[in-house]
């Protein structure tokens, strides 16, 4: 059984694939299968990048380590392959086999072009604490009957506030949809009531302003109008290339005779 289990990590090289692991480092994730299971792997370039960053020296373990080189970055991410962090792995020669299906690679050593799949999932205390959070909501509503009355009361009268708000809303997106369409016909170009109520931006600024013109979008060109006038202009480049051409030969022949006539005086 013992020799199943993950082996002991370092914790200052914990700390170092927390980084990596972490939003901050910007290391690029990528998803692939590895012994028939789903991996995330990354390069060992980005990595060393990720090392490299201002953001890694301050953090506590960049502080203790201090500004790297590129060669140190390798050889630190080399000194966790043996601690099974990430495994070097390979991807399919055979241009038939999917890229994301990869396989081991015999010998594990660190390098800036290769790929490695992560072994180590970090801290699961977040996870673990989430777990429990879900279990104990599950277990709350389950034993709702039991509560007081008076909470009881309050989470109804919540439930009934929050299913007002969303019947507003429907309704109010229902009128501003009928206005539009009445102003469409009668006020062109349309009226829309919230106009901002449905973009991208932040929940006061979704009422202002209270009312405002439809703008349409600008008509896209099509695909054979694109072609048409690709096809003019290849054919506008090919007549100035062809009266450019016959320019030259008129100069040409207009010149000739020229040089010919002062051979002859002379």
């Known amino acids: 059984m013992a020799e199943n289990q ?3 990590r370092p914790k200052n090289l914990c700390q170092v694939a927390d980084y990596l692991l972490s939003p901050q480092s910007g290391l690029k994730k990528r998803d692939g299968i590895f012994a028939e299971t789903r991996v995330t ?5 980005g990595a060393v990048n990720a090392l490299l960053k201002p953001e890694f020296r301050q953090t506590a373990i960049g502080k ?18 043996p601690h099974q962090f990430f495994l070097k792995v390979e991807r399919p020669s055979d241009p038939d086999v999917p890229k994301y299906m990869l396989s081991l690679v015999q010998v594990q050593s660190f390098s800036e072009d ?7 999932e970090g801290s699961q205390l977040r996870t673990h604490l989430m777990a429990v959070g879900l279990l104990l909501l599950v277990l709350a509503g389950v034993m709702f009957p039991l509560w007081p009355m008076p909470l009881r009361l309050g989470v109804w009268y919540l439930s009934v506030g929050v299913l007002i708000l969303l019947g507003l809303f429907f309704a109010m997106a229902i009128v501003r949809l009928i206005l539009f369409m009445i102003t469409y016909v009668v006020l062109k170009p349309g009226i829309w009531l919230f106009p901002n109520l449905f973009e991208d931006v932040g929940f006061v ?7 405002g013109w439809h703008e349409p979008e600008p008509p896209k060109a099509s695909k054979s ?8 202009e290849s054919q506008g480049n090919v007549e ?7 320019v030259a030969e008129k100069t040409t022949t207009k010149r000739r005779p020229m040089v ?4 002859d005086e002379e």
């Open 205 to 211: 600024d979704s009422f202002i302003p209270l009312w």
């Open 260 to 263: 010919e006539d002062a051979v």
């Open 64 to 81: 203790e380590i201090g500004e790297l080189t590129r060669e140190q970055a390798s050889a630190l991410l080399g000194s966790m392959i």
């Open 114 to 120: 290769s790929v490695f799949v992560w072994r180590y």
């Open 225 to 232: 109008a694109k072609a048409a006038a690709a096809g003019e």
């Open 41 to 45: 792997y990354f390069r060992g370039k």
């Open 240 to 246: 100035t290339q062809v009266v450019s051409e016959k």
């Open 6 to 8: 993950p082996p002991q």
